[in-house]
């Protein structure tokens, strides 16, 4: 399906991207099934849901990013704005307001239905020529056969060939893939819903906002079976009611701005001081003989790591405030220090790089 409003699927956290402005509360799955039976986890988790049909391309950036920050969005709503979320959404104001005209729709086989609806910029023309490339934003499409459903941030569509473009909130990553993970599978999601839907689409594009950069990203087979394992691996996830382990000791913990809810270096210690170890020796099952969901299998024999939790040190700061209140007394500057004096008297000097604020009170002269 297209239409011109939906889930939002546009980036954060950057990490977010950090994902960003997230609105999926549309799509989430429902509370209508109890939830299975306790795993050698303890209880199963109260928020289990049925696992919607489609999942959102967003959702697999922050599965490939982090499965459990994945599952406290999907799995169970949880939801925090720090700065980089801020930035993300308005980084993301003007590709998601919709256009008005419909886009062309791909070419398919004629026994096919294509689906319709969407948005092109009102510029266009609509009866432009194959060689005129069309730019729709903020379109919703959804894919059935691969499970998956996404909100563009912008399609550049020329004659039948398209190319989705994700707005991302932070600069381009020097890296020989132009871009993380994270954000070459949530643009590879993106591609295969476009395809799925009757369009030729061979790349994509990412465009960073901090940096105005636009990366090319090739859909090629290794980017989409990499997709397509990660789809099957957050279905298998979210179906388990088994919240992921957090990372340990990840340099992605500290700006997440989930990391409240998720409390990482908290929960590894409480882990491991208790002896359990649970985490680190998780295992997974093989599938029995009638194909039921795998177990969660917890080594309990393991020894934990004797792991300190990682420390929080405030910065220092040496900078010191000064105060002038008696009568008389003048403030002047002479090179990288401030002078204090009394009836032309010097009295004292401060260095500015020891300086925080000078507060005046009274009769003081600058």
């Known amino acids: ?55 959102p391309a967003r959702m697999l950036n922050e599965f490939a990013y982090c499965p459990r920050l994945c599952y406290l969005e999907w799995v169970q709503s949880e939801w925090a704005d720090n700065l980089e979320t801020h930035q993300g959404t308005f980084g993301h104001r003007v ?6 005209k419909t886009v062309p729709t ?21 009866e432009c020529h194959d060689t005129e490339v069309l730019h729709a934003r903020s379109l919703t499409l959804s894919a059935p056969c691969e499970g998956l459903i996404a909100r563009l941030d912008l399609m550049e569509l020329d004659g039948n060939s398209a190319t989705p473009v994700d707005y991302k909130r932070g600069r381009a990553p020097n890296v020989p893939e132009g871009a993380y993970e994270p954000e070459r599978v949530q643009l590879c999601a993106q591609a295969l819903i476009l395809r799925e839907n009757g369009y030729e689409v061979t790349e994509g594009v ?3 906002i901090a940096s105005r950069q636009r990366v090319v990203i090739p859909i090629d087979d290794e980017l989409v079976e990499r997709t397509r394992e990660l789809v099957k691996q957050l279905r298998f996830t979210a179906d388990e ?22 409390l990482p270096d908290e929960l590894n210690w409480l882990n491991r001081n208790e002896g359990h170890g649970l985490r680190d020796q998780r295992k997974k099952a093989e599938p029995d003989d009638s194909g039921k969901s795998r177990q969660l299998e917890i080594d309990f024999d393991a020894p934990p790591r004797p792991v300190s939790p990682r420390r929080l040190l405030p910065t220092r700061d040496n900078a010191l405030p000064l105060y002038l209140q008696d009568y008389g007394l003048s403030l002047g500057k002479s090179g990288d220090q401030l002078v204090v004096k009394k ?6 000097s401060v260095r500015l790089i020891d300086l925080s604020q000078a507060c005046l009170f009274g009769s003081i002269h600058i």
């Open 343 to 348: 009836k032309g008297v010097k009295i004292q």
């Open 206 to 208: 990412l465009y960073f």
């Open 95 to 100: 590709v998601d307001q919709p256009t008005r």
């Open 106 to 126: 791909g070419k398919q086989e004629p026994e096919e239905e294509p689906s319709r609806g969407g948005t092109v910029d009102e510029s266009s023309d609509a």
């Open 1 to 55: 399906m297209i239409s011109p409003r939906g889930f939002t699927d546009s980036t954060s956290a950057d990490r977010t991207e950090a994902p960003s402005s997230h609105d999926a509360s549309s799509l989430a799955p429902q509370p209508n099934a109890p939830g299975p039976e306790p795993s050698a986890l303890g209880p199963a988790d109260e928020t289990h849901f049925d696992v919607p049909e489609l999942i």
């Open 241 to 262: 009611a088994v919240i992921p382990p957090p990372l340990d000791d990840s340099p992605k913990c500290p700006r997440c701005s989930l990391v409240g809810i998720c």
